[in-house]
């Protein structure tokens, strides 16, 4: 099994500039699931949504092509792809030719489909969109829609996950709203190195404390995880302390290695949010 102290993280990596699908690095989404209590079926939806700005190759006649690639991993892949190797696997492409985008969209979500569903059996898709120059005006820049909880001028003193600040009114009529926060941090479960995002926390049911949401919220910041796992952590620490009847936790993390990764989580069935990057990516 592969763990993420194995991964190149932190150490020194040779650049390949040749093609080469073996230095994508999966690592298994169960172990930190099981710290979350999740030993079975997981009880959300949702998918990874990468954005790679570093993508080149060459023509059959040896002239550069730069793309933007946007990729979807399920959530239900039983591997996450570490991004180091992502970021490894996609420089990778620098210097080989091929015939044509098609061609390297074809490996792309061949080589990550077979990595994030490795060694279980299994089969499934990745999904990968290549945006050409043509298309590069047309991405937009959004802010995450909700509640500012970032208006609270409230007092933090923790700043290591903290889920018992979390409070909900269980005696009063539901409510239904989006909230969001431009102050989670947190940091790379192997390096350290800060890991900066946004989140949005969309629910129904007992009304959530929104200063305690904060507090919460901000407790992530000395706190070592990969992006992924923070939102299956919140997820999971939401359902558990506020119990809303429907919850969905979506976070836009700042991009590294010219990567953003943006894990979305919900618990019932939905669309995926439309990959828009924020002002800070």
Known sequence: MNSPEQSLLGKPAPYRDQYDPTLLYPIPRAAKREELGIT??????????????ELSWLTPRGRPVVAIAQVTVPCETPNLVESKSF??????????????GDEVLARVRADLAEAAWRGSGRTGSIGVRLLLPELFDQQQVHELDGINLDRLDIECTDYTPRPDLLRAVFDE???EEV???????????????????SVQI????PQIDHGQLLRYLVSFRNHNEFHEQCVERIFMDIRRHCRPTRLAVYARYTRRGGLDINPYRTSHPAALPANVRTARQ
């Open 40 to 53: 079975a079926q997981p009880p959300f939806f949702g998918a990874d949504l990468w954005t790679a700005y």
């Open 87 to 100: 970021k490894l696997y996609l420089n990778s492409f620098t210097n080989s030719q091929f015939a044509s």
């Open 173 to 175: 009529q539901p409510v």
């Open 179 to 197: 909230v969001v926060s431009n102050l989670l941090k947190s940091n790379c479960l192997v390096t350290g190195q800060p890991d900066w995002g």
């Open 202 to 205: 969309r629910y129904a049911g």
